[in-house]
């Protein structure tokens, strides 16, 4: 299996701008995941879904986050409009639920807001 | 609530010697444990995770861990440290009796281990 994958890997854009984040969770995971990493606040989850539907979006900052899970392979996490403080490393993890219940991270999307 | 709390921020070890990394938990109910590590620019991996039985786990790169309920600790360990082994550690908790999936991740304590 390739792991968790998420794109883009790198994004830097501008304040006010959209942002989409992307994720790929390990086949046959029911359970997907959103952190945020920063140096400030640490690791921080924003919100998870189990078998597609949204669970606990408690962690989620404000109104101009989203996220979507529209299948069991794919999930976005979206930002509109952007502000710098938005600036932190992105993951997504997924996980089996009845299982191992062990979350398996993706490499992350470092998102630099100017 | 449930929170993790690793109380040092960095842990230094030379080389070959035993290193210990401190973790401590607060759940309501029962927890399940886990210990990640983070390579530089690197998601987390997961390294070994305590649901039940044997208090002490065993798990990748020759690390263990031992659970005390009494304490309320999960302390990662290694009887030999390497280099290779100097990274940013997370320990993480779930509580089980609440069906909160979300794990409550610690600050982190960064290893390094000089040769």
């Known amino acids: 299996d390739a792991g968790v994958i998420q794109s883009p890997r790198h994004e830097v854009t501008e304040m006010g701008q959209e942002v989409t984040l992307r994720c790929k969770p390990i086949?046959?995971?029911?359970?997907l995941f959103w952190y945020r990493q920063t140096m400030m606040r640490g690791l921080e989850l924003l919100i998870y879904f189990n078998n597609n539907v949204p669970i606990d979006d408690s962690g989620m900052p404000e109104d101009r986050f989203s996220a979507k899970m529209p299948n069991a392979s794919f999930s976005t996490l979206k930002i509109q409009p952007s502000e710098p403080r938005d600036s932190a490393v992105y993951f997504c993890a997924s996980s089996f639920e009845g299982g191992a219940y062990e979350q398996y991270f993706g490499p992350g999307t470092r998102l630099t807001v100017t | 609530a449930q929170s993790v709390a690793q109380p040092e921020d960095q842990v230094n070890v030379a080389e070959g010697n035993p290193l210990t990394v401190k973790c401590t938990y607060s759940?309501?109910?029962?927890?399940?444990l886990f210990w990640y590590v983070q390579y530089p620019n690197r998601g987390l991996q997961f390294l070994l995770k305590?649901?039940?039985?044997?208090?002490l786990v065993k798990g990748s790169y020759g690390f263990e861990a031992e659970f005390n309920k009494s304490q309320t600790s999960f302390h990662l360990k290694k009887p030999s440290a390497l280099v290779s082994d100097s990274a940013l550690y997370f320990c993480?908790?779930?509580?089980?009796?609440?069906?909160?999936?979300?794990?409550?991740f610690g600050s982190g304590t960064r290893l390094q281990v000089q040769p």
């Open positions: 993480a908790v779930r509580d089980m009796d609440t069906g909160r999936r979300a794990l409550t």
């Open positions: 086949s046959g995971h029911n359970s």
């Open positions: 305590y649901i039940t039985g044997d208090n």
């Open positions: 759940v309501s109910g029962n927890p399940y």
